[in-house]
């Protein structure tokens, strides 16, 4: 089972910047479709973005469409979500998730797996 940690959190005002950062190790990371999740203080995780094993295909939740990007180095191992334009409402800790490193791709979205520890993240108004 591949082994996920998160980086980049912290605090921003609104309006700002974030990159947070997710690295695999323990499996064949070209493999795995990988996406972020979020959750907040007393609600459910919600699902923010996913991209395909070969970061061909990628999923965003409709929130963040336009602000958030999801991206992937292969070589490095690493999952990136670039959030731009911060609302104070996603302060959340943000979890980074991997599939069953199938090389699958589901349009409705990958069955995650493996999970990271999450990263804070604050947006202050």
């Known amino acids: 089972q591949v082994q996920l940690v998160e980086s980049g959190g912290g605090l921003v005002q609104a309006g700002g910047s974030l990159r947070l950062s997710c690295v695999a190790s323990?499996?064949?990371?070209?493999?795995?479709?990988m996406g972020w999740f979020r959750q907040s203080p007393g609600k459910e995780r919600e699902f923010v973005a996913a991209?395909?094993?070969?970061?061909?295909?990628?999923l965003s939740a409709d929130s963040v469409k336009g602000r958030f990007t999801i991206s992937r180095d292969n070589v490095k191992n690493t999952v990136y979500l670039q959030m731009n334009s911060l609302k104070p409402e996603e302060t959340a800790v943000y979890y980074c998730a991997a599939d069953a490193g199938l090389r699958a791709w589901n349009v409705r979205g990958p069955d995650f797996r493996s999970w990271g520890q999450g990263t804070q993240v604050t947006v202050s108004s």
């Open positions: 991209i395909s094993w070969n970061g061909g295909f990628t």
């Open positions: 323990g499996g064949i990371f070209s493999n795995y479709a």
